[in-house]
């Protein structure tokens, strides 16, 4: 029971990555303050984990509803021992043709949400001796065709996560990130079969991932058995990141000069 006795805030709880590891967690002992802007899906969920969770609703784009979940955890459990900032939205668009108010708010949710959040669970995380684990991704990690707010915002989410670990380590507090590949959600249902297939053959194991990979991670990264790990960002993609992008080319040449 790797988190017996702990209180963890997950946003972006109802679904997903975010209920995998919720689910995952509470498995294992810990309480859950589940955070999500679906107030449906999230009753239906907080109803499964059972006496295991509390349900809060909040549009993280809303700053300042970044901040008052923690107060309403702190109120509802009195303490907050592990912060897991997993809410997050894309969108569509190069720079040229992307809607200012389109970047604002993917900053304001991907990006933003996660500096109020951190800033507002540190105190009690410093008493606890806690950690923070932000869902960031592998596209914060390079550049995708027509994601540049996502690309941009997850890059900052990247950086933020190693100042807050150098800068509260000596307190106690650990700080990381978690970067998924194509990973198969809710989110990914709604997407092209072609699209899909194409994450599956660019990926070196040939498949996408399942949320419940991702929710291992962030759990082992939460845990007591990471106790030296900070300020790092762990690439959890199938060993996509590993590849340079270029085509296979011994197999392109072997084909070509065996004709």
């Known amino acids: 029971m790797r988190f017996k006795d702990k209180v963890a805030l997950v946003t972006g709880a109802a679904s997903g990555i975010g209920a995998a590891t919720a689910r995952l967690m509470a498995a294992e002992g810990a309480t859950i303050f589940a955070v999500d802007i679906a107030a ?6 907080v109803t499964e984990l059972g006496g295991k969770a509390t349900g809060h609703v909040a549009d993280l784009s809303d700053g300042a509803q970044a901040e008052a979940m923690v107060d309403a955890c702190i109120a509802t459990f009195g303490r907050l021992d592990i912060l897991v900032n997993n809410a997050g939205i894309g969108a569509l668009g190069k ?7 389109m970047w604002r708010k993917v900053m304001a ?3 933003d949400a996660v500096f109020l959040a951190s800033r507002k669970a540190l105190p009690h995380l410093i008493e606890a001796k806690g950690n923070i684990v932000t869902t960031a991704s592998i596209s914060g990690m390079g550049a995708d065709y027509g994601f540049t707010a996502y690309n941009s915002a997850k890059a ?7 100042n807050l670990a150098i800068d509260y380590a000596a ?3 650990r700080v990381n990130a978690v970067s998924p590949g194509p990973i198969d959600t809710p989110l990914m249902a709604h997407m092209p079969a072609e699209l899909l297939a194409e994450f599956g053959r660019v990926t070196p194991m ?17 845990s007591d058995d990471a106790a030296y790990l900070t300020g790092q960002n762990i690439a959890v993609d199938g060993g996509l990141t590993a590849h340079t992008g270029q085509p296979d080319i011994v197999g ?3 084909q070509a000069y065996s004709r």
């Not at 720079?95 to 108010?101: I, Y």
């Not at 900052?156 to 190693?162: A, E, I, K, N």
């Open 40 to 45: 449906d899906r999230l009753d239906a969920f």
């Open 95 to 101: 720079a040229a043709d992307l809607d200012p108010a």
């Open 109 to 111: 949710i991907d990006l």
């Open 156 to 162: 900052g989410v990247l950086g933020l996560t190693r």
């Open 171 to 173: 307190q106690g507090v």
């Open 206 to 222: 040939r498949r996408v991932g399942k949320a419940e990979e991702i929710a291992k991670v962030i759990a082992f990264v939460a």
């Open 252 to 254: 392109f040449l072997t």
